[in-house]
Each structure stands twice: as structure tokens, then as C-alpha cells.
């Protein structure tokens, strides 16, 4: 099969190549999925699960890539839940090679069957940010009907899908990021814009819930707008300032079938839009994930036909 392999990390982008590897096998519990499109995160490039795998084993080149949406192909041993020729999507294992090839192996339980009116790469581009913004604002956020969020990253694919999450379950809205992506946040449903290179973050006080794409800086000037018993929420990395009287919670998103299942039917019946900026096919993955300017939404690899 042809993949998108990864040299090593000093490489990076740089050392991204299109090459045929092996048709992968299913371990226990697994299935193959005939991948039709693929997700792809930058910062997969820093993450350690990326070049090793559970056991600390050097692992490289690496097949990129965890979202997916393609046809189940075949069952490994075990399997269930799930039937060959099913339409799925979902998110792959971490420490496992990736969805940009034409096939990939991986657990059952991580996918979640796409229904026939969803186009493959609508459902390739749900798994990381949709997952990551439900389990951000409901799991670790635990958001409530009436109250205020600022969503960080506006006009990325998580912010996007955060400010409309907690549109719909009723709190009110404050997007942040570059003047460039006000009118999108705000077309997505927040309340009000914050630009973070031009306005004063600090006037936003009491704020339930912030959720963090960003870290660094704009994380640490954050916790002082949480309001007692409000929660800082990143995926950035563990907090290195805290709320006075509140929460910090740094997670890392997890596969949820049923997650998934809500997610899809949002966008089945309009209530939740993807933010996809470039979609391209395998033969010209390399250059698609080498922007040369700013991505502006998901970047979808389209794999089958």
C-alpha cells in the first residue's frame, strides 16, 4: 500500500515522502479499514507517541496520521460491533502507525459507523477536534446552560467546533485569536471576539470556563479570568499557572464510539459545521501538509475514491 511516512522528528515536514509500505495485519480486536480520507494534526510532530511505540521503542518512519474515515475491510480475531463493508470513522492509537495509507489497523471500540450521508472527508475531519472539544467542555469542563466560555484558537478546527458545542448547550461564547478570524467566530456562534494582538484579554473577567488551544502566555494570563469554581481547560500542556479558586485540567483526547455518534448526528442535522481549510488527494499529500501560508481550518488527505 502507499503511505505517508515520516523520517524522524529532527526531520519533521521536511522529511515526509509518499512510499509503499506493507498491507497491515489485525491484531485482537482490530479491523482494517480501506482508508477514503485522512486527518492530519501538525503538532503530531511533537508528540513522543509519534516515533515510539508503547514499550519506548524507536519506531520510524512513521505512518502519519489518526483520523480516518473509510470501509471496514476485514475483522481480526475477536472483533465485534462492527460488520466488513461497514462505513466508519474514528481515531487510531497514538503509538500505532497512522491513517494517511490506503489501509490502516486498528482497534474496533475507536470507531464509530458513518452514516451514508456523511461524506468521508466531513467524517475524516470530526475525530480530533470534535472529540477534543466535547471532552474538553463536558467531561473535564463540565458546562452548563448559562455559563460563559472563552474558547482560545477561534478560527482553528477545535475552537471552531468548541465555540458551537457550547453555543448549543446554552453558555455564551468569547472567541480569541487573530483579527483575521473574527468574522468566522462569530459566524460559528460566539457572543463576542477578543483579538488577542490587539485587545486586552484582561477586560474579560468571570469567565466559567476557558478552554485552551495556545498555552504559553495567553494560558498563564487565562486563569486569572476563571471565576471561582470555574475550570481552566488545555490541551496545550499541564497548567503552569492556576486559577485562585478553580481547576486546571490538561487531558489527552480519547477515542469515545458513542462521543462520536453524537458528534455526527450534530452535523447531520445541521447543528454543527467542520472547519476544513485544504483537501487533497495522496499523490499531492506531501505539498498539502507543506503549507507555504497559515492553515485556515483541518487538512483532509483523500485516500480512496
Known amino acids: 500500500m502507499r503511505a505517508v511516512v515520516a523520517a524522524d522528528e529532527a526531520a519533521g515536514l521536511a522529511g515526509m515522502t509518499i512510499v509503499q509500505r506493507p ?8 479491523v482494517i479499514v ?33 483520523e480516518v474515515a473509510g470501509v471496514v475491510k476485514q475483522l481480526g480475531y475477536g472483533t465485534t460491533g462492527l460488520s466488513v463493508g461497514q462505513r466508519v470513522f474514528g481515531l487510531a492509537d497514538w503509538h500505532r502507525d497512522g491513517t494517511l495509507a490506503e489501509y490502516v489497523a486498528m482497534e474496533s471500540r475507536n470507531l464509530a459507523p458513518l452514516p451514508g450521508d456523511v461524506d468521508f472527508t466531513v467524517g475524516a475531519s470530526l475525530p480530533i477536534s470534535g472529540l477534543t472539544a466535547w471532552q474538553g467542555l463536558f467531561v473535564h469542563g463540565r458546562l452548563q446552560a448559562g455559563q460563559s466560555v472563552i474558547a482560545h484558537g477561534a478560527g482553528g478546527a477545535v475552537g471552531a467546533m468548541v465555540i458551537q458545542l457550547a453555543h448549543e448547550a446554552g453558555a455564551y461564547v468569547i472567541g480569541t485569536g487573530r483579527a483575521a478570524d473574527r468574522e468566522k467566530a462569530l459566524d460559528y456562534g460566539a457572543n463576542e471576539y477578543v483579538d488577542l494582538e490587539r485587545d486586552r484579554l484582561e477586560d474579560v473577567g468571570g469567565i466559567d470556563l476557558v478552554f485552551d488551544v ?8 487565562s486563569a486569572a479570568l476563571v471565576k471561582p469554581g470555574g475550570t481552566l481547560v488545555t490541551v496545550v500542556a499541564p497548567p503552569e499557572s492556576r486559577p485562585v479558586d478553580g481547576l486546571a485540567i490538561d487531558f489527552v483526547v480519547e477515542a469515545d464510539r458513542a462521543q462520536l455518534s453524537e458528534i455526527v448526528q450534530r452535523v447531520r442535522d445541521g447543528r454543527l459545521r467542520t472547519n476544513i481549510g485544504t483537501i487533497a488527494d495522496l499523490d499531492d499529500a506531501v505539498a498539502a501538509l507543506n503549507p507555504t501560508e497559515r492553515r485556515k481550518g483541518k487538512t483532509i488527505i483523500r485516500v480512496g475514491d
Not at 53 to 58: C, E, L
Not at 214 to 221: A, E, K, N, S
Open 23 to 30: 498491507d497491515p495485519s489485525p491484531a485482537l480486536n482490530d
Open 214 to 221: 495556545i498555552g504559553g502566555d495567553i494560558q498563564r494570563r
Open 34 to 66: 480501506e482508508v477514503h480520507a485522512a486527518g492530519f494534526v501538525p503538532t503530531e510532530l511533537e508528540w513522543p507517541s509519534t516515533w515510539m511505540d508503547r514499550a519506548g521503542r524507536v519506531r520510524t518512519p512513521s505512518i502519519l496520521g489518526h
